[in-house]
C-alpha cells in the first residue's frame, strides 16, 4: 500500500483541471476554454490496486486584480505545502512566459518537495517543438526530477506521468476509501455545473462576474426534487446578457445544467435559475465569503 498528495499548479487555461479528470476518469473539476475557470483546489483521487494518488487541482497563479484573483493565487500557492510531489502544468503551444516563472518561483519555495513538468496539449504540436519545449524548459525555468509530454485532452501520456509519480509516494497509508473519487460535496459540484454551463456560453468579463448559490431545494413527493439557483453578476448589463434574448441564453444553460445534474444526481429534477446583480461582488470580502471563498488561506 503507497498513497500520496500531488499538487497540480500552472498558469491559467494550460488543461489542469482536464488532465486531473482524465487521470481520475471521472468529471471532477469543471472546464472551459477561459483562463480563470477553476476557483478552489479539488480533490480528484485515484486508486489502482495498491497505489492511491490524491491529486489537488488548482487555480491557475496570476496576478490577482481584486480580491477573488487574490483568494485563487492564495489558494493555488498553498496546496504546494505538504504534498509528496508538485506538477507544473505548461501549454506547450505557447512561449515560456514571466507567469510561468512566477508559478516555479512560487515551487521553488518548498525546494525539496520533487518536481514534475509537464508540457500538455502535444496533440497541437509537431514532434520538433515538442523537443525544442524540453529545452526551453530547462533553459528558462530550471531543474525538474521529470519532464512528461501529455495532451490531457485526449488522455495520452497518463500512464508514463502516474510512473513519473509513483517513486515519491509514502508506504504503509491510505487516505481515501478506494471507490472515493473526490471529497467535493454534492452542492458544491451542482453549482460548479452550472458556472460551467455560463462560461462556455459567455464571453469576455461575463465567466469572470459569475457566481452561483443554491438557495432552496424542496424535496418533492415524486421524486423529483426542485431546485431554485442564484446566478450573481456584477452589473445590471450582464444581467442582460446571461438572460439573452428573450431568455434563449438562461433557458440553455438551464437545460445543459439540469442534465448534468442530473446524471450526477442519478435521478431527475426540476431546475429554476435567477440572475441576480450583486455590484463588483468579486472585490467584497462579505459576499466572498458568503459564497465559500475562504479569504484567509495563507
Ligand atoms: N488541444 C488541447 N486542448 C486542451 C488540452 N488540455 C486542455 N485543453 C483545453 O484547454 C482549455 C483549458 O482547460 P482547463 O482544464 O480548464 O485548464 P485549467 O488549467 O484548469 O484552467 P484554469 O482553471 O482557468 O486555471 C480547455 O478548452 C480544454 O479543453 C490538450 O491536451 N489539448
Ligand atoms: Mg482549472
Keep these: 500500500?503507497?498513497?500520496?498528495?500531488?499538487?497540480?499548479?500552472?498558469r491559467p487555461n494550460v488543461g489542469k483541471s482536464t488532465l486531473m479528470n482524465k487521470i481520475v476518469n471521472e468529471k471532477v473539476a469543471i472546464v472551459s476554454n477561459k483562463a480563470g475557470t477553476t476557483r478552489d483546489s479539488i480533490k480528484?483521487?485515484?486508486?489502482?490496486?495498491?497505489?492511491?494518488?490524491?491529486?489537488?487541482?488548482?487555480?491557475?497563479?496570476?496576478?490577482?486584480?481584486?480580491?477573488?484573483?487574490?483568494?485563487?493565487t492564495n489558494t493555488a500557492i498553498s496546496a504546494l505545502k505538504e504534498v509528496e510531489a508538485v506538477i507544473m502544468v505548461l501549454d506547450g503551444t505557447q512561449e515560456i512566459s514571466t507567469g510561468d516563472?512566477?508559478?516555479f518561483d512560487k515551487i521553488m519555495k518548498a525546494p525539496n518537495t520533487p518536481r514534475i513538468a509537464i508540457i500538455n496539449k502535444i496533440d497541437l504540436m509537431k514532434d520538433?517543438?515538442?523537443?525544442?519545449?524540453?529545452?526551453?524548459?530547462?533553459?528558462k525555468l530550471g531543474n525538474f526530477h521529470k519532464i512528461v509530454t501529455m495532451s490531457a485532452e485526449y488522455a495520452i501520456g497518463i500512464p508514463k506521468l502516474l510512473e513519473a509519480i509513483d517513486p515519491f509516494l509514502e508506504e504503509g497509508i491510505m487516505y481515501y476509501p478506494e471507490d472515493m473519487y473526490t471529497d467535493m460535496p454534492m452542492y458544491r459540484m451542482i453549482i460548479e455545473i452550472v458556472r460551467e454551463k455560463i462560461l462556455t456560453r459567455t464571453r469576455d468579463e461575463i465567466p469572470h462576474s459569475i457566481a452561483v448559490e443554491i438557495i432552496n431545494v424542496e424535496r418533492r413527493e415524486n421524486?423529483?426534487?426542485?431546485?431554485?439557483?442564484?446566478?450573481?453578476?456584477?452589473?445590471d448589463s450582464q444581467k442582460g446578457i446571461v438572460i439573452g434574448k428573450k431568455g434563449a441564453l438562461l433557458k440553455a444553460v438551464g437545460t445543459d445544467a439540469r442534465k448534468d445534474i442530473e446524471t450526477l444526481l442519478?435521478?431527475?429534477?426540476?431546475?429554476?435559475?435567477?440572475?441576480?446583480?450583486?455590484?463588483?461582488?468579486?472585490?467584497?470580502?462579505p459576499f466572498l465569503k458568503e459564497m465559500g471563498y475562504n479569504?484567509?488561506?495563507?
Excluded at 523537443?131 to 533553459?139: C, D, F, L, T, V
Aim: proline letters at 2%.
Design 1 to 10: 500500500m503507497k498513497a500520496g498528495f500531488i499538487a497540480v499548479v500552472g
Design 44 to 72: 480528484g483521487i485515484l486508486t489502482i490496486q495498491d497505489t492511491q494518488y490524491v491529486f489537488i487541482d488548482t487555480p491557475g497563479i496570476h496576478k490577482p486584480k481584486h480580491l477573488l484573483g487574490e483568494h485563487m
Design 101 to 103: 516563472q512566477f508559478v
Design 128 to 139: 520538433e517543438e515538442i523537443e525544442e519545449k524540453i529545452g526551453e524548459i530547462k533553459a
Design 223 to 235: 421524486g423529483k426534487d426542485k431546485y431554485d439557483i442564484n446566478i450573481y453578476v456584477e452589473r
Design 266 to 285: 442519478e435521478k431527475k429534477i426540476y431546475l429554476n435559475l435567477w440572475v441576480k446583480v450583486k455590484d463588483n461582488w468579486r472585490k467584497k470580502k
Design 295 to 298: 479569504l484567509d488561506e495563507l
